[in-house]
């Protein structure tokens, strides 16, 4: 059974750090593109930042360049968003997603597997 996990959601003020992780299991993680998306109330799902496990590219909006850090731990099967300079508009529920294949493509109607979410609230 496939399964992603996220951690590391919580409150922080404008201009701080969070962590967020990712811990799959229940399919082969070389094998499998990682992203994180985020979803603020009334606006759609959007891309952050996305991962090819294999060949470790990566892809990252717009928004979040030079702010946002994704990375893979192939050996813990994790993945990791290191976010600094927060801002309010950061501000949504975060979630993690796996597709099969290599590429960093980060469109979320091609991600299979999802987590449950976690929250991230950046105060001004």
């Known amino acids: 059974e496939v399964q992603l996990v996220e951690s590391g959601g919580g409150l922080v003020q404008a201009g701080g750090s969070l962590r967020l992780s990712c811990a799959a299991s229940g399919f082969t993680f070389d094998d499998y593109a990682i992203g994180w998306f985020r979803q603020a109330p009334g606006k759609e799902r959007e891309g952050v930042s996305c991962?090819?496990?294999?060949?470790?590219?990566?892809y990252y909006a717009d928004s979040v360049k030079g702010r946002f850090t994704i990375s893979s731990d192939n050996a813990k099967n994790t993945v990791y968003l290191q976010m600094n300079s927060l801002k309010p508009e950061d501000t949504a529920v975060y979630y993690c997603a796996a597709r099969r294949g290599s590429g960093y493509g980060c469109y979320a109607e091609e991600y299979d597997y999802w987590g449950q979410g976690t929250q991230v609230t950046v105060s001004s």
């Open positions: 991962i090819s496990s294999s060949d470790g590219s990566t």
